[in-house]
C-alpha cells in the first residue's frame, strides 16, 4: 500500500477508523441532534408558557383596554355631536350622531365577546351595568333630539304661540278697527282725547308683547321688568278707555268688548310664560341632556374608566383592571424570556463545544483522506495522467471515489487521442467550403455591380429628360425582370409625355380663341350696355316728372276733398260750439258754488290744525313733531282757500268772455256755408286731373320697370364676359407654362426635344374699354334706385 493510502487515526476514535463516511456522520449528527432536542424541548416549554400569556395579553387584556378607550371615545362623540344639532339645528349632526352610535354598537358588541373571558367576576358585573346603562344614555340621547326644533322644544315658545299670539291678534284687530272708525268722525276735543287713548293703548300694548318676546328669546330680567312697566301702562289706557266708553259708536263699542274678552284671556299668560323661562326646563332638549344622558354617561365612564379621584384621575374601572392585569403578564413573560436566554446561552455553549469535538474527529476520519485524493484530481485535469491516486483500495467511500476516478482517467486518455484524429479532418473540410463560398461571392458581386452601372445609366439620362434611353445590355436571369421593368417604365413615360404635349397644344390654341372671341363679346356688351343705360336715364326723368305731377294732382284731390270734409263738418262744429259755451257758462256757475264749499272746507281746516297745534303744545316734548304737522296742514289751508277766491274771480270774468264767443261762432258758420259750396266745385274739377295723371305714371313706370332690368341684365353679361376673357387669359398662360415644362423631354421621332410641336403662345389681346358718358353713370345711379321691379329677371339670372 502507497503512503496516500494510509489513513492517522486520533485518540478515541479508532473504533470508527475503519466504518464508512455515513456511518462516521450518521454518529457525529447523532450527537448534535440529541443536543439540539433538549435545548428546542426546553425552549418549548418555556415558550408556551410565555406564548399563552402573550396571546391572552393580546386577545384580551390589550383590546379590551382599547375597546375601552374608544367606547370612552364614542361616548364623548355622541355627546358632543348632539349638543352641536341642538345648537345649530344642522340635519348632518344627526347623520353623525348615527354613524358614532353605529361605531359605538359594533365596539360595545366586539367588547361584549371578550368579556365572556373576564378571570375577574367583579369586570363581568361592571359590564353588564354598563351595557344596561349604555341603552338608557342611547334612549335619553333619541329623546332629546327627537323634540328638539319642535314646538314641545320650547314650552314658553310654544304657549306664546298656540294661545297668546292669537288672543294678542284679537286685540290688535280691535284696536285698529276702533281708530279706523274714529278717523271717520267729527274731530272735536272729547274725539281728539279719545282717539289718543286708543293710540296709546296700541302702542303700550305692541312695546309689551315685543319685551315678552325678548325674554323668551334671552332671559334677561330688564325684559321682564319693562314689560310690566308697559303692562301697568297698557292697563291704565285700558281704564281711561273704560270710562270714555260714553264716547264711543255702537261699532267701536262691540269692538272694545272683544278687546276685554280677549286680554281677559291673554293676561294670565305672561305669568306662566315667565315662570316656564325662568324654570331649568325652559329648553326641554338640552334639559333632557343635562338630567337624563350626561348622568348616564358618567355613570358608565365610573364602570369603565373608574370612580374620579381627587386629584381629577379614574381608577377601579374595567379598563384600569385591564391594564393592571396586563402590567403582571407582562412582567411574568419578561421573567420567562429572561430565564429562557440564560438556558439558551448555557445550551449554546455545551452544544459548540461538543459540535467542535465532533468537526474535529470528523475532520480527521474524513476530511484529510479527501484533501489527499483531492490533490491527486488537480493533477489529473492538469493534464497528468501518469499520477498514482491515493486512496485506491480503501474500503471507504473514498476508495470507491478513488477507483472510480483512476477508471476515469484511462478512459479520458484514450477519448482525447480520438478527438485529436476527428479535430484535423474537421479543420481540412472547413477550408475547403470557404474557399468554394468566397468565390462565389466575388462572382455575384461582379454581376450586380454591372446591374446598378446599366440602371444608373438610365437614370441619368432620364435626369436630362432623355426618354429614347433603354438598358441594352442582356443582365442575367435573376435580374432580367428590372431591365423590363425599367424598360417598360420609360416607354410608358414617354408616351404619357408626347400625349400631354398634344393636349397642352390644343388647350393653349383653344384658350386663345375663346379669349378673343370673349374681349369683342365684352366690347359689344358694353356697348349695348351703355345704350341701355342712357335710354333707362332719359325714361327715369320723364317718369319722375310725370310722377311728380300725378302725385301733386293726387294731393290737390286730397286736399280738396279733405278741406270739403273740414268745411263740411265745420258747420256743426260752429252749432256744437254754441252749445258748448252755453254748457261752459252752466259749469262755471257750479264751479263757482264748488269753490265756495272749498272755502268753507279749507276754513274748518284751519280751525282743527290751530287746534292739532294748541293741543301739541301740552303735550310738550311727545307732541313737538305733531305741531309741526299742525303748522304745515293750517298754512296749506290758508293757501286753498286764498286759491279758492281767485279762482272763483276767474270763472266770473270767463262767463262774460264765453256770451262774446257764442256771437262770433255764429258768424263764423255763416262764412263756412258759403265756402263749402266754392270748394266742392274744385274739389271735382281736381279729382279729373289727379285719375289722369296717376294713369300717366303707372304708364311710365312700366317702362321705366323694363329699361332697368334691361340694364341690370346687360351689366350681370358684361361682367360674366369679362369673367369668361380672364379665365381664358389665365388657361392660356397656364398651358403654356405646361408647354414649357414638357419642353424638357427628349421623344422618339420628335428632334431633340417636344418644343415643335407646341404652338407658340398668341399674344393676349387687350380690350380696350368704351368711355361711358357722364349721362350713363347718372343713369346708372339713378336705375339702382329702380332695381326693385327687376326681382324676377334677377333671380332667374342666378339660377343661370
Known amino acids: 500500500m502507497m503512503p496516500s493510502q494510509q489513513i492517522v487515526t486520533t485518540p478515541g476514535a479508532g473504533f470508527l477508523a475503519d466504518r464508512r463516511i455515513s456511518t462516521k456522520l450518521l454518529a457525529g449528527f447523532t450527537a448534535v441532534s440529541a443536543i439540539l432536542a433538549i435545548a428546542v424541548g426546553f425552549t418549548l416549554g418555556v415558550v408556551n408558557s410565555a406564548s399563552t400569556t402573550v396571546e391572552r395579553m393580546a386577545n384580551l387584556r390589550v383590546p379590551v383596554a382599547l375597546d375601552s378607550t374608544e367606547l370612552v371615545g364614542n361616548l364623548y362623540s355622541t355627546l358632543s355631536t348632539l349638543r352641536g344639532y341642538l345648537l345649530t339645528g344642522n340635519p348632518q349632526g344627526k347623520n353623525d350622531r348615527a354613524a358614532m352610535w353605529k361605531e359605538l354598537d359594533a365596539t360595545s358588541a366586539s367588547f361584549d365577546a371578550k368579556a365572556e373571558r373576564f378571570t375577574n367576576p367583579a369586570n363581568k358585573k361592571m359590564w353588564a351595568e354598563a351595557k344596561s346603562l349604555l341603552q338608557e344614555f342611547r334612549a335619553a340621547q333619541d329623546k332629546a333630539e327627537s323634540v328638539a326644533f319642535t314646538p314641545d322644544a320650547f314650552p314658553a315658545t310654544r304657549l306664546l304661540l298656540n294661545e297668546a299670539a292669537p288672543q294678542a291678534a284679537i286685540i290688535f284687530g280691535a284696536i285698529t278697527k276702533m281708530i279706523d272708525i274714529e278717523e271717520g268722525l267729527e274731530a272735536t276735543v272729547d274725539r281728539k282725547r279719545l282717539l289718543k287713548t286708543m293710540a296709546d293703548l296700541r302702542g303700550n300694548f305692541a312695546a309689551a308683547a315685543a319685551q315678552l318676546r325678548m ?80 348622568p348616564r354617561a358618567l355613570k358608565i365612564l365610573d364602570l369603565i374608566d373608574g370612580p ?78 501518469d499520477i498514482v491516486l491515493p486512496g485506491v483500495g480503501r474500503k471507504d467511500e473514498i476508495g470507491d471515489i478513488a477507483g472510480a476516478v483512476d477508471e476515469f482517467k484511462k478512459r479520458l486518455a484514450e477519448k482525447m487521442r480520438l478527438e485529436a484524429e476527428k479535430e484535423a ?78 393636349s397642352s397644344m390644343e388647350i393653349s390654341n383653344a384658350a386663345a380663341e375663346i379669349a378673343t372671341a370673349t374681349t369683342d363679346l365684352s366690347q359689344r356688351t358694353e356697348e349695348q350696355a351703355a345704350s341701355l343705360e342712357e335710354t333707362s336715364a332719359s325714361m327715369e326723368e320723364i317718369a319722375a316728372t310725370v310722377k311728380q305731377n300725378a302725385e301733386n294732382a293726387q294731393r290737390a284731390n286730397e286736399l280738396t276733398r279733405e278741406t270739403r270734409d273740414v268745411a263740411g263738418h265745420g258747420e256743426a262744429v260752429v252749432a256744437e260750439a254754441v252749445t258748448a259755451m252755453a254748457r261752459i257758462e252752466e259749469s262755471s256757475r257750479r264751479i263757482s258754488d264748488i269753490i265756495s264749499v272749498i272755502d268753507e272746507i279749507a276754513r274748518q281746516t284751519n280751525l282743527l290744525a290751530l287746534n ?57 258758420g255763416d262764412s263756412l256755408k258759403e265756402i263749402l259750396q266754392s270748394i266742392r266745385a274744385v274739389a271735382d274739377i281736381v279729382a279729373d286731373i289727379a285719375d289722369a295723371s296717376s294713369e300717366q305714371a303707372a304708364g311710365v313706370d312700366q317702362i321705366n320697370k323694363a ?70 353713370k347718372a343713369a346708372a345711379s339713378q336705375g339702382r334706385r329702380n332695381v326693385q321691379g327687376a326681382l324676377a329677371v334677377k333671380q332667374e339670372w342666378e339660377e343661370f
Open 215 to 294: 325674554f323668551l328669546l334671552s332671559g334677561d330680567k330688564a325684559n321682564k321688568d319693562e314689560y310690566a312697566r308697559l303692562a301697568e301702562t297698557y292697563q291704565r289706557a285700558y281704564s281711561s278707555l273704560n270710562n270714555q266708553r260714553a264716547l264711543l259708536t255702537p261699532s267701536q263699542k262691540t269692538s272694545f268688548d272683544n278687546l276685554t274678552n280677549a286680554y281677559n284671556v291673554f293676561s294670565p299668560l305672561p305669568a306662566k310664560m315667565f315662570e316656564i323661562r325662568e324654570s331649568a326646563q325652559w329648553n326641554v332638549p338640552v334639559h333632557l341632556l343635562a338630567t337624563e344622558a350626561a
Open 612 to 668: 292739532a297745534a294748541v293741543e301739541a303744545a301740552r303735550a310738550g316734548e311727545a307732541g313737538r313733531g305733531f305741531a309741526v304737522v299742525a303748522s304745515e296742514v293750517r298754512s296749506l289751508a290758508q293757501r286753498s282757500s286764498q286759491a279758492a277766491k281767485d279762482i272763483k274771480d276767474l270763472i266770473v270774468n270767463s262767463s262774460g268772455q264765453v256770451e262774446q264767443g257764442v256771437q262770433l261762432v255764429n258768424r263764423a
Open 707 to 776: 329699361l332697368a332690368q334691361m340694364d341690370e341684365v346687360t351689366q350681370q353679361n358684361s361682367a360674366l364676359v369679362e369673367e369668361n376673357a380672364a379665365t381664358a387669359k389665365t388657361l392660356e398662360d397656364q398651358s403654356n407654362a405646361l408647354d414649357g415644362r414638357v419642353a424638357v423631354f427628349q421623344l422618339d421621332g420628335a428632334g431633340p426635344s417636344v418644343a415643335a410641336v407646341v404652338a407658340p403662345p398668341r399674344a393676349a389681346v387687350v380690350r380696350k374699354p368704351s368711355p361711358i358718358a357722364p349721362a350713363r
Open 425 to 502: 479532418e474537421i479543420t481540412r473540410r472547413e477550408q475547403a467550403e470557404r474557399d468554394e463560398r468566397t468565390r462565389r461571392e466575388t462572382e455575384q458581386a461582379r454581376i450586380v455591380a454591372e446591374v446598378v452601372a446599366e440602371l444608373g445609366q438610365g437614370l441619368e439620362n432620364l435626369a436630362r429628360g432623355n426618354l429614347t434611353y433603354r438598358v441594352s445590355k442582356e443582365f442575367t436571369a435573376e435580374y432580367k425582370k428590372v431591365q423590363n421593368d425599367f424598360n417598360g417604365a420609360i416607354e410608358q413615360l414617354q408616351d404619357t409625355v408626347q400625349r400631354i404635349a398634344s
Open 308 to 385: 374620579k379621584q381627587a386629584d381629577g384621575t379614574r381608577s377601579g374601572g374595567i379598563k384600569t383592571n385591564q391594564k393592571l392585569m396586563l402590567v403582571e403578564e407582562r412582567d411574568a413573560v419578561l421573567r420567562d424570556m429572561s430565564f429562557l436566554q440564560q438556558s439558551q446561552w448555557t445550551l449554546l455553549f455545551v452544544g459548540l463545544l461538543l459540535a467542535g469535538l465532533i468537526a474535529f474527529i470528523s475532520t480527521r476520519l474524513i476530511a484529510t483522506p479527501i484533501q489527499k485524493l483531492t490533490g491527486g484530481m488537480r493533477q489529473l485535469a492538469a493534464g497528468n495522467f
